[in-house]
């Protein structure tokens, strides 16, 4: 098993940036690999970006390229997510997820969550 935690979230304004971190416990975390997902107020949960394992394979939602970057330090036991110029539309909880073997993009495809942390943006 794997336990997960985000940080990094808060409350910043359009335009900014903002840094989440999912922290993992145990030894075979370079085994998962890990995804991003947010929630807004009344909208289902979509997917954002995962990592494999390894780092080698990366992949991010349409709705979000080219403002948001996935990485991954093994040795640390933490994926980030860096956002870059922030929108209003943004504003959600994001989730940080992890499954063993290759990335996927479906939430219910990931076994062990983390619990969310609060992401909002104003105007």
């Known amino acids: 098993q794997v336990q997960l935690v985000e940080s990094g979230g808060g409350l910043v304004q359009a335009g900014g940036s903002l840094r989440l971190a999912c922290a993992a416990s145990g030894r075979t975390f370079n085994s998962y690999a890990v995804g991003w997902f947010r929630q807004a107020p009344g909208k289902e949960r979509e997917f954002v970006s995962a990592?494999?394992?390894?780092?080698?394979?990366?992949r991010v939602a349409g709705s979000v390229k080219g403002r948001f970057t996935i990485s991954r330090d093994n040795a640390k036991n933490t994926v980030y997510l860096q956002i870059k110029s922030l929108e209003p539309e943004d504003t959600a909880v994001y989730f940080c997820?992890?499954?063993?073997?290759?990335?996927?993009?479906?939430?219910?495809?990931?076994?062990?969550w983390g619990q969310g942390i609060q992401v909002t943006v104003s105007s």
């Open positions: 997820a992890a499954r063993v073997a290759y990335l996927r993009t479906s939430p219910d495809e990931y076994d062990y």
């Open positions: 990592i494999s394992s390894s780092g080698n394979s990366i």
